[in-house]
């Protein structure tokens, strides 16, 4: 069992910046990939931007050129630096990992962001 700690959202005004971090209970062995996920009110959760366990990422085009998803995987953690916030960019932020053989993923407990225009 893996728990999956986020932190770092807030309100921030539009055009600011936050960073959200993500932080593994223990050690997360295998090929693996670690994301971010967002759900706004009335809305699907939908994915905001993934980076496996070699570095590869991956963005929703909503959030390319403005969000930056990182990791660092000694401290089995994983950031996403938000800049140039927009109100559409308020939601809850969930981490997701997820690995194979076997399959299996968590979810952490969720982080809201709220961008004020």
């Known amino acids: 069992q893996v728990q999956l700690v986020e932190s770092g959202g807030g309100l921030v005004q539009a055009g600011g910046s936050l960073r959200l971090s993500c932080a593994a209970s223990r050690v997360i062995f295998g090929i693996n990939t670690m994301g971010w996920y967002r759900q706004a009110p009335g809305k699907q959760r939908e994915l905001v931007a993934t980076?496996?366990?070699?570095?590869?990422?991956n963005y929703a085009d909503s959030v390319k050129a403005r969000f930056t998803i990182s990791r660092d995987n000694a401290k089995n953690t994983v950031y996403l630096q938000m800049n140039s916030l927009k109100p559409e960019d308020t939601a809850v932020y969930y981490c997701?990992?997820?690995?194979?053989?076997?399959?299996?993923?968590?979810w952490g407990q969720g982080t809201q962001v709220t961008v004020s225009s």
């Open positions: 980076i496996t366990s070699g570095g590869s990422t």
């Open positions: 997701r990992l997820s690995g194979t053989s076997p399959s299996y993923y968590y």
